[in-house]
């Protein structure tokens, strides 16, 4: 029986059809999600501008563990080489070259002729290919252009190195045995296509996007492209169902752990839902993974951890020890945590880049009849040091010591501090976001008290700020 790895392509036709704006935090959230239930590979967006999007693409990297993350290169040494270099973190890395195939596309998207096309293509493919062994060549609106110049590519680009070929249909006009004839004679006029994996991304403009995919696996493809959230193409869940419930008359099965696409997928969609500050990872059915939790300072690490993977993350070794000590430190000033905080614990102490600053120990002191005085004592790369800064108001005191630590100044774009949850243990949480270079950094903190939940979320934005002045 074959095995086909559904590839999701959220993240990428979330930008490209600008369909969804997601956060930092989501695509995180998202890719995580993804990692657990068994996609073949997650498929993020490239490099277009160098710092932030390396550094997205860095984190992500250190979150895949069982898929296959695949990025798109431009056709020159420097974006093959800075993809490469963001990416190699992955456990599994797939390069992908893309271009638009057909006649129309290929004069007014690549602006080249196809001669030069096949030539450009199959030269970035061995580049991509002195770098990893995992190279896809994704033809861009293939089912309108000429079977035999669409086999003239792909023995170029096979001949250079590339493993798996994607065919697009981006028309989206093909009905399933159109499509599954257009697989066939590919395969009869490119042989070569037999010895690697061929893939397929089907439009929905005549929402039958999932039929003909199931065609295109009954038709020799082994690599189905789709999506978490409804974007209008293949439907991740409705593909895996599919290839769960006929997995006998395809010859054919997915890895997609299909008992947990219901609740993956509510994840997924409350994360990319229109009014997502309202919405909640603890409503429907995550609701029943965490329905009733309380923890206290009793509960040891595997317990605090079994917990964290009921909410739905899955964290590193690094993560883990990271969370349950801030989760100790909080539990020490409370008699119970609750599921909403264990989560805020995880979104802040988890997922984080590597740090340059730790805080060892601070020192307030405010009054009415004085200004307030703030001791801090950072930790860099093992030299402790410290600042006394005068400050309006003991925050404004910790951010000024903070500054005088580091020895520079960042212009505050924004700082907010609200409750996670109510009474009068509850927990604060804060964000800070500061403009560097004129980019915005935001950093979180949580913790019972608002001042050290500031001073946390500063430090958080700050180790941010470095990580990028350092790669």
């Not at 199959?122 to 035999?148: G, Y």
């Not at 089907?202 to 696996?217: S, T």
């Amino acid at each position: 029986m074959r095995d086909i790895r559904v590839s999701d392509i959220t993240m990428r036709e979330a930008i490209a059809s600008k369909a969804l704006s997601l956060s930092f935090k989501e695509k995180l959230e998202i890719v995580k999600i993804l990692d657990r239930i068994g996609v073949g590979s997650i498929e993020v967006e490239g490099i277009e501008s160098s710092k932030v999007d390396s550094l997205r693409i860095k984190s992500i990297a250190s979150l895949v563990k069982n898929s296959t993350l695949a990025v798109p290169v431009k056709m020159d040494d420097d974006s093959i080489q800075a993809v490469w270099n963001a990416a190699k973190g992955a456990k599994h890395v797939r390069l992908q070259v893309e271009a638009a195939v057909s006649p129309s596309c290929m004069e007014y998207i690549q602006r080249k002729k196809a001669d030069t096309l096949i030539a450009d293509a199959a030269e970035a493919v061995a580049k991509c290919a002195q770098l990893t062994d995992d190279v896809e060549f994704v033809a861009i609106d293939a089912t309108r252009t000429d079977v035999a110049y669409l086999a003239r590519v792909i023995d170029a680009v096979v001949a250079a190195g590339a493993k798996t070929v994607t065919v697009c249909d981006a028309a989206g006009s093909m009905l399933p045995e159109e499509f599954a004839q257009f697989i066939a004679d590919l395969y009869q006029a490119a042989p070569q296509l037999k010895d690697i994996d061929l893939g397929i991304s089907c439009c929905n403009n005549l929402n039958m996007a999932d039929a003909c995919a199931v065609a295109g696996v009954m038709a020799g493809a082994s690599i189905v492209k789709a999506t978490s959230y409804p974007m209008g193409v293949v439907a991740l869940d409705n593909i895996a169902r599919i290839l769960a419930a006929k997995a006998d008359a395809l010859g054919a099965q997915s890895k997609v752990r299909v008992t947990e696409l219901k609740r993956a997928m509510n994840q997924i969609s409350r994360l990319c839902c229109d009014d997502r500050s309202k919405a909640s990872l603890f409503t429907g059915a995550v609701s029943e993974a965490v329905e009733g939790v309380v923890l206290t300072a009793g509960d040891d690490h595997a317990t605090v951890m079994q917990y964290v993977e009921r909410l739905g993350y899955s964290l590193s070794d690094e993560d883990a020890e990271a969370v349950f000590e801030a989760f100790k430190k909080i539990a020490a000033s409370k008699e119970r945590v609750s599921a909403t905080e264990l989560d805020a614990i995880v979104a802040s102490a988890a997922l984080q880049v590597p740090p340059t600053y730790t805080l060892e120990g601070y020192v307030i002191n405010s009054g009415l009849s004085f200004k307030a005085t703030s001791h801090i004592s950072l930790r860099k790369n093992g030299e402790l040091i410290e600042a006394v800064s005068l400050g309006d108001g003991p925050i404004d005191s910790s951010f000024k010591s903070i500054e005088s630590v580091v020895g520079k100044h960042y212009e505050l774009d924004d700082f907010s501090i609200q409750a996670v949850t109510e009474g009068r243990e509850a927990m604060g949480e804060s964000v800070v976001k500061l403009i560097a270079d004129g980019k915005v950094y935001s950093g979180r903190g949580i913790s019972t008290d608002i001042v050290e939940s500031s001073i946390r979320a500063y430090i958080n934005a700050l180790n941010k700020i470095a990580y990028e002045e350092q790669n």
